[in-house]
């Protein structure tokens, strides 16, 4: 294979043709690496912490962190090397007053190449934080703060950006829950429904792993996702793919975050977070 011309007047530079391959479905994974595939660049999104659950009556229940995004380019590989992709899982949720299980962590290699770290799971009247990231570029995970044990359970937080954090779950009766920042999804507020408040957080909103786009925003209904991550659940507790935390719940009820997801990609001219890493073949 002729690779590398370039600079010749009527010729087209060369080289081992654009791919990439996607795991999102939690677990760990081996990949051979391709004929001629000398360099890398990957993004890793982590699982979504789980929210709580309280048996009865409407008070506080807090929702879990969303999942951090890393990414990193030109990480070095050797073609028919075989190398360990994990993609973590979201956090169980569970039943107050004990905190549960975080989301896991998803890494290409190893943690400390490029990593999306999984968020924490709810808790009652306590902050929950999102998970952060390893690589060239990224976000955390939004996180649930401390405030008041209010009326209402809190929503779950938004999976991390390419270049900012995810949008903050609701903590407490009045307070707006927050957009996402660079790419990044949003967080859950308060379930409403024909003028009642109902007793569920909502979910937040997942991100894409096609690249940054839009961050995403909140409404009265469902967190939007962020650059191409799907929204939360309309009306419900259930965050976006990928990364989302899960909101809190105060009719006994609870549901896991959003499992993470790890893309691999090359070919030239393609890097995190944006130049031509829309398709598989840009």
Request: neutral net charge.
């Amino acid at each position: 294979m002729i690779t590398g011309i370039s600079g010749i007047a009527g010729f087209k530079t060369l080289g081992t043709p654009p791919g990439d391959v996607v795991w999102n479905t939690p677990g760990t994974y081996s990949w051979t690496c391709p004929a001629g595939v000398t360099s890398v660049c990957v993004v890793a999104v982590g699982g979504g912490g789980g929210g709580i659950s309280l048996p009865s009556g409407c008070y506080h229940a807090g929702g879990g962190g969303g999942g951090g995004l890393g990414w990193k380019n030109n990480i070095v590989v050797i073609p028919g090397t075989i190398y360990t992709v994990v993609v973590g899982a979201g956090g169980p949720g569970g039943p107050s007053p004990s905190r549960p299980a975080s989301g896991s962590d998803s890494y290409f290699i190893n943690t400390t190449t490029v990593r999306g770290g999984g968020g924490q799971g709810g808790a009652y009247g306590a902050a929950t934080v999102g998970g952060s990231y390893t690589g060239t570029g990224g976000g955390n995970g939004g996180a649930v703060p401390t405030g008041p044990n209010g009326q209402y359970p809190s929503g779950g937080g938004g999976a991390g950006g390419y270049s900012g954090a995810g949008g903050d779950g609701n903590n407490d009766d009045t307070g707006a829950p927050k957009a996402g920042a660079g790419g990044g999804g949003a967080g859950g507020g308060h379930a409403y429904l024909t003028g009642v408040w109902t007793y569920i957080g909502l979910g937040g909103g997942g991100v894409g792993i096609y690249g940054q786009g839009t961050s995403g925003a909140t409404s009265g209904t469902a967190a939007n996702g962020g650059s191409g991550g799907t929204n939360a659940t309309y009306l419900s507790q259930v965050g976006g793919s990928y990364g989302a935390g899960s909101g809190g719940s105060s009719c006994g009820s609870y549901v896991p975050g959003s499992s993470g997801a790890v893309r691999i990609l090359w070919g030239i001219g393609r890097a995190f977070p944006s130049t031509n890493v829309a398709t598989a073949t840009s």
